[in-house]
């Protein structure tokens, strides 16, 4: 198994900055990469970011590329989400997730984003 703990979010101006980490631990060495997906209300959950674990190669939701970034740090074991010119339609509880080759099977406990106007 692998267990994931996020921290970071909270509320930020439009136009502001937060960063977002994902800290995993158990069966790390599992990981084929990582993502970070966003539920806003009354809406379905969506795809923000993806890095692959080894290599680094990353991939963006059209909605966030150029503002966004998405990182790892396989030493500490923890992903992060580096969010930058936040919009309001950013706002969404968001989430990291874990691939070990076939799915997105485990999943962070959700951390709130909230943009005003």
């Known amino acids: 198994q692998v267990q994931l703990v996020q921290s970071g979010g909270g509320l930020v101006q439009a136009g502001g900055s937060l960063r977002l980490s994902c800290a995993a631990s158990g069966r790390t060495f599992s990981i084929y990469r990582m993502g970070w997906f966003r539920q806003a209300p009354g809406k379905e959950r969506e795809f923000v970011a993806t890095?692959?674990?080894?290599?680094?190669?990353?991939a963006y939701a059209d909605s966030v590329k150029g503002r966004f970034t998405i990182s790892r740090d396989n030493a500490k074991n923890t992903l992060y989400l580096q969010m930058n010119n936040l919009k309001p339609e950013d706002t969404a509880v968001y989430y990291c997730?874990?691939?070990?080759?076939?799915?997105?099977?485990?999943w962070g406990q959700g951390t709130q984003v909230t943009v005003s106007s």
């Open positions: 890095i692959r674990w080894s290599g680094g190669v990353t």
């Open positions: 997730a874990v691939d070990r080759g076939n799915a997105y099977d485990y």
